[in-house]
């Protein structure tokens, strides 16, 4: 089976086909805003000005007669961008009459980690820019058992990075920044049980630039937030007594917070997985992998309920595999 997926949740368009063995093929046409952070109606005009070509990049690399099934990012994500998507994967499903279905954004980042590392069953810390959550599989669903109050670990580092005066994204900057400082600023750190919370570290951090290096501002930033993102992690291996951790989303990618949760999980006697680096960020061939296995197991969407949910939940999709 060859399934195409879509995925433009947010700043990231992108396209792919994979089958059940290998990631046939991947393109990205990210949305650069000019200065400051994603607007939703402009990173949805790119989505809808680009996605001819990149489609048509696939289909002159890869032939339409193919295609088995189309999937697309229904959610969550910013609403502009999702409908852009969402016309996109209708039109291809009825022009190439082959199934569409739906597809949770977090649940693909979840299946599609699994998909590559091998992880059986583990306890996914999946941060990016608009979620951060510990979710694990009980029973027939993924459960969020900690999750943000507020706002993502990935938003978070955008808006110190946008204080400093640098363009987004703003998480490879302020990781190189921090590897150059050494001065610790304690920060607000904030830990409910298995929820978090990282506004007030933003604000806290803004606050120092009128007395320390912004070095020292991005290293105390990361060792604070990447600590409490280790701790909720660690409380739910404990809890659930699980031996396995996956880490997942944009922000994975950070070699620091790989550090902190490797040492974490070696000494529980856990093991650390992490995906390949061009499958932790928003790609479409996690969604297309996650369709693939939605439709061998009988998945499939109508177009009439195939309409966008900017807050779907990945608790809401029943597991069949």
């Known amino acids: 089976m060859n399934v195409l ?3 433009g949740t947010a700043w990231n368009l992108s396209v792919a086909v994979v089958n059940e063995e290998e990631v046939v093929l991947l393109v990205n046409d990210p949305y650069q805003p000019k200065e400051g952070g994603i607007h939703p109606r402009e990173a949805s005009q790119h989505h809808a000005e680009k996605m001819p070509s990149l489609l048509k990049s696939v289909f002159e690399r890869f032939p339409k007669e193919k295609i088995d099934g189309i999937a697309f990012s229904q959610g969550p994500g910013l609403g502009p961008c999702l409908r ?4 996109a994967a209708r039109f291809l499903a009825l022009k190439l009459k082959k199934p569409l279905v739906g597809v949770n954004h977090c649940l693909a980042h979840v299946e599609v980690g699994r998909w590559k590392t091998k992880a059986k069953n583990p306890v996914v810390l999946y941060v990016s820019g608009g979620n951060s959550q510990i979710i694990a599989r009980r029973g027939n669903r993924y459960r969020v058992f900690g999750e943000t109050l507020d706002i993502g670990i990935g938003n978070a580092i955008d808006k110190l990075a946008r204080s400093f005066g640098l363009q987004h994204p703003g998480g490879p900057k302020i990781e190189q920044l921090a590897e150059k400082g050494s001065k610790y600023y304690q920060l607000p750190y904030v830990v409910k049980g ?10 806290a951090a803004q606050k120092l630039k009128e007395k320390a290096k912004l070095e020292d501002i991005a290293f105390s930033f990361q060792e604070t937030a990447f600590a409490m993102l280790t701790e909720v992690t660690e409380r739910a291996l404990a809890y659930l007594g699980y031996d396995e951790v996956l880490l997942v989303g944009g922000v994975g990618v950070n070699k620091r917070l790989q550090k902190m949760l490797s ?3 070696e000494d529980r006697g856990a093991r650390f997985y992490t995906p390949p680096v061009e499958l932790m960020g928003d790609n479409g061939a996690m969604i297309a992998y996650t369709g693939l ?3 061998k197991h009988g998945y499939s969407t109508p177009l009439e309920k195939s309409f966008i949910k900017p807050n779907f939940r990945i608790e809401e999709v029943e597991i069949r595999w």
């Open 293 to 295: 296995l939605m439709l």
């Open 5 to 7: 997926g879509i995925e």
């Open 263 to 265: 040492v974490m999980c």
């Open 84 to 87: 852009v998507v969402g016309t």
């Open 194 to 203: 298995m929820d978090f919370s990282f506004s007030g570290m933003v604000t």
